[in-house]
């Protein structure tokens, strides 16, 4: 942790810190104001009542501000965790990637070596090659000199003694095949030597060039381990390091969030003392109103119940005369009934049919449907007959008493 980071989370603590006071004086405050409301000569159960809970709310208002400012800090202590992390992560990358240049180039260098040492091999194999291939193409040519100045010498001997007969031709002969059969045994056994030599060179050669090969790729793997070695040790002490800033960041963090959780149980701690002391009074003045409310309550249901019986004398008075009124209406109307026929379509007849069945009145057969009426008439079928005119009629003249 470098100096500025300390000295910015020292400042925040104190800051912190100075805040808390603040809040915690302004709660103080706003408890003994609201207290010398409550209990004023002029205060009433509905004032305490409010200004209770509206203290409060302004409690759970000020913790609700302190809970948010301590989420603020463990998300800043958590955010420099995470860039603390990212840049070992970033320094394990660079570590790896300065690994795999120095990997690649020791392969390349091991390969370039390697192409060196094979193109040595090759020109040397391809020098002795051609200083062999010389050797034998001088020997052809001596032989071949040789087989001609016998085949000259033979020449001459037989012009010279000029042996006739084929006897002498064939000795002659004979000598010739036994000398180029010695001189190419010769050059069998020289031309076996030479390519054993060439053998032997070009096997030393290759022993050199595999063994040069060997001791390149001992040293190519000895520098890889080496560096694999470095980078392992370089790993593991960034491992050590970056386990050991985890261990004090997150011993830093329960050291902070442990104070902090101290400081809210105590904060919630004196607001539950101060809440319950708040729900005392607010209970006690509660109990005064409630047994106000429950004798005003009860002086009403008394009255109510009163008044309520008085109705029901009244109701059960009326109900009495609605129903003298209502046979006395009744037996006018059978005595004086309406005159049906003032109806478009009722004659004296269907009147006297309509009274038969008990419709004295346009209120009544306002009332009927058409399918009453025509079991009522049970006219034929080719009697044209329209209840529902007559019943709208009827609804007409029950309302306003006269024909439209």
């Known amino acids: 942790m470098d100096g500025s980071t300390l000295v910015a989370i020292i400042f925040g603590a104190v800051l912190g810190f100075l805040a808390g006071w603040i809040i915690e004086w302004r709660v103080d405050l706003a408890f003994w104001k609201t207290r010398a409301a409550m209990f004023g000569p002029d205060a009433s159960a509905a004032a305490a009542e409010a200004q209770a809970d509206a203290a409060t709310t302004t409690l759970k208002e000020m913790l609700e501000k302190r809970e948010a400012e301590l989420a603020s800090l463990r998300t800043q202590l958590e955010e420099r965790d995470r860039q603390h992390l990212a840049d070992l992560a970033e320094r394990d990358r660079q570590a790896q990637a300065?690994?795999?240049?120095?990997?690649v180039a020791l392969k390349a260098e091991f390969d370039r070596r390697e192409a060196a040492v094979r193109t040595q091999a090759d020109g040397a194999v391809a020098t002795v090659r051609s200083q062999l291939e010389r050797q034998l193409a001088d020997l052809r040519t001596q032989l071949d000199t040789r087989l001609n100045a016998l085949r000259a010498q033979g020449d001459d001997q037989a012009a010279s003694t000029r042996v006739p007969g084929e006897a002498f031709f064939a000795s002659l002969r004979d000598e010739y095949e036994k000398r180029e059969a010695a001189r190419l045994h010769e050059y069998e056994q020289r031309l076996g030597e030479v390519r054993a030599a060439y053998d032997a060179r070009e096997q030393t050669l290759r022993e050199q060039l595999e063994a040069r090969e060997a001791r390149l790729r001992a040293e190519y793997?000895?520098?890889?381990?080496?560096?694999?070695?470095?980078?392992?040790?370089?790993?593991?002490?960034?491992?050590q390091q970056h386990e050991a800033r985890l261990a004090e960041v997150r011993a830093e963090n329960e050291s902070r969030e442990a104070a902090a959780l101290r400081e809210r149980e105590a904060a919630i701690k004196d607001r539950d003392e101060r809440i319950a002391a708040l729900i005392a009074e607010h209970s006690a003045r509660l109990a005064d109103v409630q047994q106000e409310h429950d004798r005003r309550e009860a002086a009403l249901r008394k009255e109510y119940e009163a008044r309520l019986a008085e109705a029901q004398k009244v109701r059960a008075a009326l109900e009495s005369d609605i129903k003298f009124v209502r046979r006395r209406y009744e037996l006018y109307v059978r005595n004086h009934p309406d005159d049906l026929t003032a109806i478009k379509g009722i004659g004296p007849k269907t009147e006297w049919l309509l009274h038969k069945a008990g419709i004295n009145s346009f209120a009544?057969?306002?009332?009927?449907?058409?399918?009453?009426?025509?079991?009522?008439?049970?006219?034929?079928?080719?009697?044209?007959?329209?209840?529902?005119?007559?019943?709208?009629?009827?609804?007409?003249?029950?309302?306003?008493?006269?024909?439209?």
């Open 221 to 239: 793997e000895d520098r890889l381990a080496a560096a694999q070695k470095d980078r392992d040790g370089y790993l593991a002490s960034m491992q």
């Open 98 to 103: 300065r690994l795999a240049e120095r990997e």
């Open 364 to 404: 009544e057969l306002a009332e009927a449907t058409p399918d009453d009426i025509r079991s009522i008439l049970n006219a034929p079928k080719w009697r044209r007959v329209d209840p529902a005119s007559w019943i709208k009629q009827a609804a007409t003249l029950a309302k306003y008493g006269e024909k439209e």
